[in-house]
T-cell receptor
Framework: EDQVTQSPEALRLQEGESSSLNCSYT??????LFWYRQDPGKGPEFLFT???AGEEKEKERLKATLTKKESFLHITAPKPEDSATYLC??????????FGTGTRLQVTL | ETGVTQTPRHLVMGMTNKKSLKCEQH?????MYWYKQSAKKPLELMFV???????ENNSVPSRFSPECPNSSHLFLHLHTLQPEDSALYLC?????????FGSGTRLTVV
């Protein structure tokens, strides 16, 4: 059975204080690892797909990396508008998304 | 309208009521999904439809009944729910691996 574990559960950063979120996974036949952002009262919003170990993707202050066992979402010089819950998910040979419980990020001034 | 639209945004229902959640996607995707999101739990996949055919039912109780009349519309019919069914119900659609989610229906069962 595919599994995703995210840490930390919650993270509080000051504006400009860089950090990383972790996503550890086990999956049969990885087809893709996904990062989503979810704001309160809204559905998840797609950020990145990573397909194989060593791959990296960037978008503004966010950078996602992938190894054979985990993925990191690096946040560089975050701003208050980056506050959200960040969800990690994988899909494998079963072709269905398995999500982690997310990391709640709060960025303060 | 673009994307995935869900209605209603909020719903309060008694345990003996019957209600339906609606989802519409304007992306031309072939697959549609229902997920349940409860506090401190991962998103739980409930149902999957590919080209209007149900391809997965993740051991969901029969008080939840999905309907997919065409590839753009998805319904979730609810009846005799329990308080533990209170959650955010999310609809999603996909063409390849990436899913696009709606904003969800916040359901409260009283």
């Amino acid at each position: 059975e595919d599994q995703v574990t995210q840490s930390p559960e919650a993270l509080r950063l000051q504006e400009g204080e860089s950090s990383s979120l972790n996503c550890s996974y086990t999956v049969s036949g990885l087809r893709g690892l996904f990062w989503y952002r979810q704001d309160p009262g809204k559905g998840p919003e797609f950020l990145f797909t990573l397909y194989s170990a060593g791959e990296e993707k960037e978008k503004e202050r966010l950078k996602a990396t992938l190894t054979k066992k985990e993925s990191f979402l690096h946040i560089t010089a975050p701003k208050p508008e980056d506050s959200a819950t960040y969800l990690c998910a994988v899909t494998g040979t079963a072709s269905k998304l398995t999500f982690g419980t997310g990391t709640r990020l709060q960025v303060t001034l | 309208e673009t994307g995935v639209t869900q209605t209603p945004r909020h719903l309060v229902m008694g345990m003996t009521n019957k209600k339906s959640l609606k989802c519409e996607q304007h992306l031309g995707h072939n697959a549609m999904y229902w997920y349940k999101q409860s506090a401190k739990k991962p998103l739980e996949l409930m149902f999957v439809y590919n080209f209007k055919e149900q391809t997965e039912n993740n051991s969901v109780p029969s008080r939840f009944s999905p309907e997919c009349p065409n590839s753009s519309h998805l319904f979730l019919h609810l009846h005799t729910l329990q308080p533990e069914d209170s959650a955010l119900y999310l609809c999603a659609s996909s063409q390849d691996l990436v899913s696009t989610f709606g904003s969800g229906t916040r359901l409260t069962v009283v």
